[in-house]
Nanobody
Framework: QVQLVESGGGLVHAGDSLRLSCAAS????????MAWFRQAPGKEREFVSN????????DYADSVKGRFTISRDNSKRTVSLQMNSLKPEDTAVYYC???????????????WGQGTQVTVSS
């Protein structure tokens, strides 16, 4: 069983930066695609970014492209999301997900973290 634990959320102002991290248990981490999703109040969970198992391919939602950067360190079993130029509409609970089972940007991941809150004030 793989456990994912997010950290790094908080309250920031518009234009600030924040870095989220996700720590994974289990030796198979380096074989999984990893991703970040987010869910704002009253909205459905949405795809933010995905990174393939070796880190050679990344995908982003249009809403965060150019502002967010996903990365991973397989030796440390961590995946990170660097978020720059944050906007109030980025406010959401951010979830780490692992082992993609469907198309990129789909919700078909086998493992999910508990989420970390990001609040961006205007």
């Amino acid at each position: 069983q793989v456990q994912l634990v997010e950290s790094g959320g908080g309250l920031v102002h518009a234009g600030d930066s924040l870095r989220l991290s996700c720590a994974a248990s289990g030796n198979a981490f380096s074989t999984y695609d990893m991703a970040w999703f987010r869910q704002a109040p009253g909205k459905e969970r949405e795809f933010v970014s995905n990174i393939n198992w070796i880190g050679s391919r990344t995908d982003y939602a249009d809403s965060v492209k150019g502002r967010f950067t996903i990365s991973r360190d397989n030796s440390k079993r961590t995946v990170s999301l660097q978020m720059n130029s944050l906007k109030p509409e980025d406010t959401a609970v951010y979830y780490c997900a692992g082992q993609r089972l469907g198309p990129v940007s789909s919700h078909y991941y086998n493992y999910w973290g508990q989420g970390t809150q990001v609040t961006v004030s205007s």
